[in-house]
């Protein structure tokens, strides 16, 4: 069976099997008999080690996936398995400390990614107001729309879209599906799409604020994901037409 995994995976990989190699350097160093870096009864800890790095790193963008899965969830799996195989699942204490541990990676990673979310959310309505305000007094040029056009874009998980309600669960406080709305009716509205230089962008931007201002709240939207990356697809395609122009 082949191993899948994204180009991210192999950033992740590179930076965490680092930063594993200095823990266990440091560990040497103290004197401890504990071997990170080959050692068989070490490695679920290892895997668990990597688990919390990629993480973090994907909380921060570097989103790698492993057979289809994010790959600190995968790193997570794989320490319970080779623990397994590697360990006497029969002591209560070894199973209790796998098992916290991985739900204590699950626990800090949604921790992390709710704080990241939050702030990226609040700097993208920042954004919108400084667009909104450039453009009120006529100071923005074509080039430069587009350029803003990139930061205020946000494509929301699939999660958000289609399983709301479990999405405002794990991440609360952070965006309201009404609150998405009205950003996206606004942001929507500074788009001149008559100036889209593709008939192909030019109907997907028209179709996506027809979606957006045909719903007076969030429940009614009927939300497409391949709408948002075709939004995303116009926007990066505009920004080329704006460089060569």
């Known amino acids: 069976m082949p191993i899948v995994f994204n180009i991210y995976a192999l950033f992740q990989a590179i930076i965490a099997v680092i930063i594993l190699w200095v823990i266990n350097f440091l560990i040497s160093l103290l004197g401890y008999d504990y071997n990170l870096i080959g050692g068989t009864k070490e490695a679920f800890v290892s895997l668990q080690i990597l ?36 360990h006497d699942t029969e002591v209560v204490s070894n199973q209790a400390f796998l098992y916290l541990s991985s739900l204590l990676i699950i626990m800090i990673y949604f921790r992390l990614n709710r704080k990241e979310l939050k702030k990226n959310w609040i700097k993208r309505k920042e954004i919108l107001q400084v667009l909104k305000s450039k453009m009120s007094a006529n100071d923005i040029s074509k080039s430069d729309y587009w350029k803003l056009a990139s930061h205020l874009y946000y494509k929301p998980s699939y999660l958000f879209l289609h399983a709301n309600s479990v999405w405002s669960f794990l991440y609360p406080d952070v965006i309201t599906g009404d609150e998405f709305l009205k950003f996206y009716q606004e942001f929507i509205n500074t788009v001149d799409i008559e100036s889209i230089e593709s008939n192909r ?34 926007i990066d395609f505009m920004n080329e037409v704006s460089k060569n122009s």
Do not use: C, M
Not at 207 to 233: D, G, P
């Open 51 to 86: 688990a919390l790095i990629t993480a973090y790193l994907d909380v921060k963008g570097v989103k790698g996936s492993l057979f289809f899965l994010p790959t600190w969830i995968a790193l997570i799996i794989g320490s319970i398995v080779v623990f397994n195989i590697t």
């Open 201 to 234: 962008y030019n109907r997907w931007t028209h179709q996506l604020k027809k979606s957006l201002h045909s719903a007076n709240r969030f429940s009614e939207y009927q939300h497409a994901t391949l709408s948002f990356t075709r939004f995303a697809n116009t």
